[in-house]
C-alpha cells in the first residue's frame, strides 16, 4: 500500500476547496435532519408581525398619496369668461391628460411585473429578509426620484422602481405571518396585515392632500422614503426567521457545492488545513448559465403546479375582478366624488370611509373566518357572500341623489368588501404546499394589478373622456364587483385540500441525492 503524495496546489484558478467532511451535518435516516436549525432571531412573531405590518402601511400610504388631489392635482383650464387657472399638483406641472395621468398610477405595475417572479425564486436559494432589504432600498430610491422628477418619463420610470421594491415584499411577507401566526388566530393575522392597505391608502389622501396644498406635491414622495429607509436597514441588519417549505440558506449553499461539484476522485488530495483541493477542468465546474437554467426549469415547474390547480386558480380569477373595481375607486374616488356630489374635501371624505371601513371590515373578516374554521370551503362562502353585499351597497350609493345616503351606503358596502382581504389570501397560502407560498402570492399579486387595477385607472380616463359622466362611469365599472362574487361562488363547489402541513417533495428528494454521494470517505486516500 502506498500513500499518495501530497502536492500543493499550483494555482487557485485550478483548485476548489470543501469544509473538512467532519464539520459536515451527520446524515440521518430522515434527509430534513440534515438541515441545521436556524439560529434564534431577533424576531418574535409579535415583532415580525408589526414590522410587516409598518412596511405594508408605508407602502400603501405611497398608493393614496399619489392619488390625492393634493399630489397628484389638476390640468389648468380655462372658464367660459376666459379667465385661466392653472394647474396644480403632477397633473398641472406636468400637463397631463386624464390617459396619462391614469398611467402613471400604473407604471409600477412594470417593475412588478418583472420582479416577483425573481425575488419569489431567489427565496428558495437567499435569505429572504435579505431579498426584502434589497427591495425596499430599491423603493425608497425610487419614491425620492419621485419627488425629484422634472417631466412625465422620469417620474414614470421612478414609479416603475417603486414596483420592483414592492416586487420583494409581497411575495414573502404573507407567507412569514402565515408561519408564524398562531394556530387558531392565522386569518385574523393576516387581516391585521391586509388592513394596512385600506388604512395606508387613506392615510395617503390625507397626507397628500395636506403636505401637497400646504408645502409641495413632492414634499410628499421625500417624507416617504424618509418613513421607509430604516426598514431598508433593518432588513441587512438582522437574521430573519425562516419560511416553512424552504431550507435554510446556510444549507441550501452546501447542497449546490455538493451538486455541482464533481466526483471525488484520486486526484483530490486534502491539504493541512483539513479542506480538500480538487483539480478541476472546464467541462467539470459549474458555470452561471447552468445555475440559471435550473433556476428557470425550477420556476416552470412550480409555475406550471400553480396553473393547474383549479383552486387557485378560481380564487385569483374572482380577486382579478374585485381589484379591477378597486384600483378604480382608490385612484379615482376622489375626483368622481368631488365632479359627483361636489364635496368640500373629496380627499378627506374617502379617506375617512376607506381607513374606517377598511380597518373594521378587514379585521372583522379575518376573526369570522377563524371563528367558523378557517378553511377553504368557508373563505370561499365568504368572498362570494360578502362580495355580492358589498357591490349592491356600491352600486345603490352611486346611484343615490343625496350626499348623506351615499355615505352611507359606500360606507356600508365598503365594510362588506374589506372583509374579503383576509380569506382571499388565506386561500392563497393554504391551496398550494409551504414551498410554493412566495410564488402564489407573487402571481396573485401580479395578477389583480396586470388584469385588475392596472388596466382599470386608464379605463376609466378614457370611458370619463368619452361620457364626460362620472355617474355613469362609476356605475359601469362597479358592476363588476357582482362578476367577482359569481366567480367566487364557483370555487365553494370545488374540491379544495389544505396543503399547509404537505411536505415539499423537491427538498427532501434533494437531500436524499446529496446523502447517497459522500463528499468524502477518508482523509486520506491510498492506491495498491
Known amino acids: ?244 417549505g424552504l431550507p435554510p440558506t446556510e444549507s441550501t449553499e452546501l447542497l449546490e457545492s455538493i451538486e455541482t461539484s464533481p466526483l471525488i476522485e484520486e486526484s483530490e488530495i486534502p491539504n493541512i488545513n483539513g479542506c480538500v483541493t480538487v483539480d478541476c477542468d472546464e467541462t467539470s465546474c459549474s458555470c452561471p448559465a447552468t445555475k440559471f437554467l435550473d433556476q428557470v426549469s425550477s420556476f416552470s415547474k412550480d409555475l406550471k403546479v400553480l396553473l393547474l390547480d383549479k383552486v387557485y386558480i378560481v380564487n385569483v380569477l374572482g380577486y382579478v375582478s374585485y381589484n379591477f373595481v378597486i384600483g378604480t375607486y382608490s385612484y379615482w374616488g376622489p375626483k368622481a366624488g368631488y365632479n359627483i356630489y361636489h364635496m368640500s374635501n373629496p380627499d378627506l371624505m374617502f379617506g375617512g370611509i376607506t381607513i374606517l371601513c377598511g380597518i373594521l371590515g378587514t379585521l372583522t373578516g379575518g376573526l369570522v373566518l377563524d371563528a367558523v374554521g378557517a378553511t377553504i370551503h368557508n373563505a370561499f362562502k365568504l368572498l362570494a357572500g360578502a362580495t355580492m353585499l358589498g357591490a349592491i351597497f356600491c352600486f345603490s350609493a352611486f346611484c343615490a341623489k343625496s350626499l348623506h345616503i351615499f355615505v352611507v351606503f359606500f360606507s356600508l358596502g365598503e365594510l362588506l368588501l374589506f372583509s374579503t382581504q383576509a380569506p382571499v389570501n388565506y386561500v392563497s397560502l393554504h391551496c398550494v404546499k409551504p414551498g410554493l407560498r412566495p410564488l402564489s402570492m407573487a402571481i396573485s399579486t401580479l395578477s389583480i394589478h396586470i388584469f385588475g387595477d392596472v388596466p382599470s385607472s386608464p379605463l376609466v380616463g378614457i370611458v370619463q373622456d368619452y361620457v364626460h359622466n362620472w355617474r355613469e362611469t362609476t356605475l359601469i365599472f362597479t358592476s363588476v364587483y357582482f362578476v367577482a362574487s359569481g366567480i367566487w361562488f364557483i370555487g365553494i363547489f370545488l374540491n379544495s385540500v389544505d396543503k399547509f402541513e404537505e411536505d415539499d417533495e423537491e427538498e427532501v428528494s434533494t437531500l436524499v441525492q446529496a446523502n447517497k454521494e459522500p463528499l468524502l470517505e477518508e482523509h486520506h486516500l491510498r492506491k495498491d
Not at 417593475?111 to 437567499?126: D, E, N, Q, T
Not at 420592483?164 to 391585521?192: R, T
Request: aromatic share 12%; hydrophobic share 50%.
Open 1 to 244: 500500500m502506498i500513500m499518495a503524495q501530497v502536492q500543493p496546489p499550483q494555482s487557485p484558478s485550478k483548485f476548489a476547496q470543501f469544509p473538512n467532511p467532519n464539520s459536515l451535518p451527520p446524515m440521518t435516516k430522515n434527509p430534513k435532519a440534515a438541515i441545521s436549525a436556524p439560529k434564534p432571531s431577533w424576531f418574535s412573531p409579535e415583532r415580525l408581525l408589526l414590522i410587516l405590518c409598518l412596511v405594508n402601511l408605508i407602502n400603501y400610504i405611497d398608493r393614496g398619496a399619489i392619488a390625492s388631489n393634493g399630489v397628484n392635482g389638476s390640468i389648468g383650464i380655462c372658464d367660459e369668461s376666459g379667465i385661466c387657472h392653472a394647474g396644480t399638483g403632477i397633473q398641472g406641472d406636468f400637463k397631463l391628460n386624464n390617459f396619462q395621468d391614469g398611467v402613471l398610477s400604473s407604471a409600477f405595475m412594470v417593475g412588478l411585473l418583472v420582479a416577483s417572479p425573481i425575488f419569489a425564486s431567489l427565496a428558495k436559494s437567499h435569505n429572504p429578509f435579505r431579498l426584502i432589504g434589497v427591495g425596499l432600498s430599491i423603493w425608497t430610491f425610487a419614491t425620492a426620484g419621485c419627488g425629484s422628477s422634472f417631466n412625465f418619463w422620469s417620474i414614470a420610470i421612478c414609479r416603475m422602481l417603486v414596483g420592483v421594491g414592492e416586487a420583494s415584499f409581497i411575495s414573502l411577507a404573507a407567507p412569514f405571518i402565515d408561519d408564524h401566526a398562531p394556530a387558531d388566530q392565522k386569518s385574523a393575522w393576516l387581516a391585521m396585515f391586509y388592513m394596512c392597505i385600506p388604512t395606508g391608502v387613506a392615510i395617503g389622501y390625507v397626507y397628500g392632500g395636506f403636505v401637497g396644498e400646504s408645502i409641495n406635491w413632492r414634499c410628499a414622495f421625500w417624507g416617504e422614503a424618509l418613513l421607509m429607509l430604516p426598514f431598508a436597514v433593518l432588513g441587512f441588519a438582522v437574521k430573519p426567521l425562516q419560511l416553512k
